[in-house]
């Protein structure tokens, strides 16, 4: 999925959002089930979620100015909340429909065209969260990858009220759907307070997680020439761009030019092979502790 540009693959995102919102509308308008009807203002959600994130990915991606130094990486945190915050407003909404709806049952109408119009809608965004997870992960994207996981809720969610009404439909016992529509609901909020948690996570400078620092030891160790080693190293993330500091030891007999150039070489190392900003800190050793620890880092 290289191919695809977080926002190629949000525009992607887009046109699916507005395609399975026609598809629902149309199966809700044809048998006039409120499982349906919940199913299709996920979809608005779903909308509202990519413009929103195609706006902060191209702000996180801006370069880093006077005002923000550091970049803009941490505006994708932004658009988790944001979805998450829909999320819970499209919930709402769908618990006080199925709640009318449980006081007040109706008959379900024709389930076949509308059943297969959310079935299809439901391999369109299947299909769309793949290409997101993937485009996510390989260009380290929140935005992205929430966006995909909600889309990934939302096809279980489909599958949830095609069977709950299906079974509506069969039995006669139209109670069911507004129960399923709830049940629906649910699920939405925890997927919502999810979104919610990852970028409240995000914004608190989370540490990096374990593959990537062992990443980073990895290129410090191997790019590190004898008689240094490195100790301290401390990691964040900002959005998509990852960050770490660490103390780099070097003999204290050295120059300050020769420690320079040790520390341009790690930062170097560890920006090709991970992919992140690495500071260093210099710290003077004695040269037999030097020698004495060469073999690896501290």
Known sequence: MKAFT?????????????????????????????????????SVVNLAGAGFALWMVSFARQPADDDHQYGHGKAEYFSAAFEGGLIFIAALLILLTAGERLLNPQPIGDLGV?????VGASLVN?????VLLQVGRVHRSLAL?????????????????VCGVGLAGATGWSWLDPVVAGAVALNILREGWELMRRSIDGLMDRTLSDADVAAIERALGEASPPGCFHAKLTTRAAG???????????????TVADAHAVADTLERAVQERTGTRLSTHLEPIPSTAARSTAAGPA
Do not use: N
Not at 114 to 118: E, I, Y
Not at 126 to 130: H, T, W, Y
Not at 147 to 159: G, I, K
């Open 114 to 118: 509308g059943t297969l119009l959310s």
């Open 126 to 130: 299947f299909l769309v969260a793949r």
């Open 145 to 161: 990858e929430a966006d995909a996981r909600h889309l990934m809720a939302d096809v279980w969610t489909t599958a949830g009220v």
């Open 6 to 42: 977080p926002r190629q693959a949000l525009l992607l995102s887009l046109a699916a959002a507005l395609i399975t919102i026609t598809m629902k509308t149309g199966a809700w308008w044809l048998t006039g089930s409120i499982g349906y009807l919940s199913d299709a203002l996920e």
């Open 240 to 254: 998509a761009v990852h960050f770490a500091h660490v103390e780099l030891c070097v003999p204290g007999d050295w």
